[in-house]
């Protein structure tokens, strides 16, 4: 008979307490998403089986649950959209729940074409990963009456319920970090209005402006993506201006390292001559040499609490209606340069 796996046997096997095994298991805060990640890979691979008591705190229903992509966010280096899914579906799984995966492509929604998932009826809610039209989701919702919650966007209907990171928030402190290590003269990396969070985040940038007296100025409003489609280009976009700035508030950091690339082509060093911050703190191996200073988004509490409301959602319990607003952390890294 095959020997039971406790806690304090994950606990032993990683270092770390048995409270801290406990907690990330039963998804309360208290440590960095590393170590989370690591606990719960290291559960699973060791067979571990909640006790009756612990299964208790989920629910006592096991629902389907479909994740909606855009096809524009499943790209090769969209490793934050792809580690968002992976996290909603892990949490949906130790809720008792099984998560159901359908990219949408830009013609079907377009089209408003309704997703296979809704209309073959296989799914009791929604979590829709990053940005999709207003319209194709209002289609959905109207035209099936599943249950719906957004993550990592909104659309600021007044009836929706969406988990978002705090961008605007983030993108003023990593701007006032700039300002805190001497830059005066700092552009912003973000194509505006191509999504919520990429303006809320030039929001933040431009208060942290007003507040050091510093004037706004375009030529340093670099764009990274389309538009319309929302898919960064780099050899269409990313133009470095003519009179360069210090350091560069980048939207994200896939954006970051692209700038940082272009940089060094017109033969400018990170840090040595150009600081750059970068946002989210996720980017795919191998895209940048050096350890970006960004802003940490809790990914994981996104997706918990997201997963959470929906499962109550369904279920018809009380649950926290609106747009849920989670704050992140800034982390240093080597991408800065104090300047007198």
């Not at 009836?159 to 805190?180: I, K, R």
């Not at 360069?244 to 017109?266: G, Q, W």
Request: some cysteine; charged content about 25%; aromatic content about 10%.
């Amino acid at each position: 008979m095959a020997k039971t796996v406790r806690l304090k046997d994950i606990a032993d096997r990683i270092g770390v307490s048995t409270v801290t095994v406990s907690k990330a298991l039963s998804g309360q805060k208290g440590m960095s998403e590393e170590l989370r990640e690591k606990i719960h890979a290291l559960a699973n691979d060791m067979g571990y089986v909640p006790s009756v008591s612990r299964k208790q705190d989920f629910t006592s229903k096991s629902y389907t649950i479909g994740v909606l992509i855009s096809e524009n966010f499943m790209s090769e280096y969209s490793s934050f959209y792809t580690r968002m899914h992976q996290q909603v579906s892990q949490i949906a799984m130790d809720k008792g729940c099984f998560t159901m995966l359908e990219v949408i492509s830009v013609e079907n929604e377009k089209n408003k074409v309704t997703p296979r998932l809704v209309e073959d009826n296989k799914i009791d809610g929604i979590v829709v990963v990053g940005r999709l039209d207003q319209e194709y989701l209002k289609a959905i919702k109207d035209g099936s009456g599943i249950p719906m919650v957004y993550l990592d966007f909104c659309n600021h209907t007044g009836d929706e319920d969406a988990v978002v990171s705090d961008s605007y928030n983030g993108a003023y402190c990593l701007t006032n970090y700039l300002f805190d290590m001497g830059h005066k003269d700092i552009a912003f990396v973000g194509t505006i209005l191509a999504s919520g969070t990429i303006t809320d985040r030039y929001l933040g940038y431009t208060k942290s402006l007003m507040e050091h007296g510093q004037p706004y100025r375009g030529d340093w409003i670099i764009y990274d993506r389309d538009l319309d489609s929302g898919v960064m280009d780099y050899n269409k976009y990313f133009k470095l201006p003519k009179e360069m700035p210090t350091a560069f508030v980048c939207n994200c950091d896939l954006a970051a390292s692209m700038l940082i690339k272009k940089l060094n082509e017109n033969g400018y060093k990170v840090p040595d001559d150009i600081s750059v911050v970068g946002y989210d703190n996720y980017l795919f191996p191998g895209l940048c040499d050096i350890r970006l200073t960004t802003y940490g988004v809790d990914s994981y509490e996104m997706g918990r609490n997201a997963i959470l409301n929906l499962i109550r959602k369904i279920s018809g319990e009380r649950y926290r209606q609106g747009i849920m607003i989670l704050e992140g952390h800034m982390i240093e890294g080597e991408s800065v340069k104090k300047i007198n």
